[in-house]
């Protein structure tokens, strides 16, 4: 039953989507059609095309990082909603469940240190991909089961 909640879990759109033209359901194609681990990890830049078009288009200031931080900010949004549902689903399933709880509490802590002193752009770019490799994990650690 617990399988079937988590796979529930991971075919539900990650976010309804934005004014950001980011679309969630691009993460959601993605980890549908990955295989493996590392394939998953691979989708941590999909939609950013798609929504740096569409915030090109629309945005007319004068901030020519402000497209990219954007769709830096609406992707990471986007992993992050994908990550809470597959941890949650992964902690429900966890018997016990402290050692998964240790777990994430140091990928935060190793994500927050990893990212750290980077520039705006690179510091969101890093959060987003560190935040997509642990769904990617959490996945596969899943698949075990």
Same mark, same amino acid.
């Given at each position: 039953? $617990?399988?079937?909640?988590?796979? *529930? *879990?991971? #075919?539900?759109?990650?976010?309804? #989507?934005?004014?950001? @033209?980011? %679309?969630?359901?691009?993460?959601? +194609?993605?980890?549908? =059609?990955?295989?493996?681990? @590392?394939?998953?990890? %691979?989708? !941590? #830049?999909? @939609?950013?095309?798609?929504?740096?078009?569409? =915030? /090109? +288009?629309?945005?007319?200031?004068?901030?020519?990082?402000?497209?990219? !931080?954007?769709?830096?900010?609406?992707?990471?949004?986007?992993?992050?909603?994908?990550?809470?549902? &597959?941890? +949650?689903?992964?902690?429900? =399933?966890?018997?016990?469940?402290?050692?998964?709880? /240790?777990?994430?509490?140091?990928?935060?802590?190793? $994500?927050?240190?990893?990212?750290?002193?980077?520039? %705006?752009?690179? $510091? !969101? /770019?890093?959060? /987003? %991909?560190?935040?997509? $490799?642990? &769904?990617?994990?959490?996945?596969?650690?899943?698949?075990? +089961?």
């Amino acid at each position: 039953m $617990r399988a079937l909640a988590f796979l *529930l *879990l991971l #075919g539900t759109p990650a976010l309804a #989507g934005d004014a950001s @033209g980011f %679309d969630p359901a691009a993460i959601d +194609q993605c980890l549908d =059609a990955a295989e493996t681990q @590392g394939a998953r990890a %691979d989708c !941590a #830049g999909t @939609g950013m095309d798609a929504c740096l078009d569409y =915030a /090109r +288009q629309k945005y007319t200031g004068d901030d020519p990082d402000f497209p990219m !931080a954007n769709c830096l900010d609406a992707s990471h949004q986007a992993w992050e909603a994908k990550l809470t549902a &597959v941890y +949650q689903a992964a902690l429900e =399933a966890a018997d016990p469940p402290e050692p998964l709880r /240790r777990m994430e509490r140091s990928w935060i802590a190793f $994500r927050e240190g990893l990212c750290e002193g980077a520039g %705006d752009l690179a $510091r !969101a /770019r890093c959060i /987003r %991909d560190e935040t997509a $490799r642990q &769904v990617a994990l959490l996945m596969s650690l899943a698949d075990l +089961q």
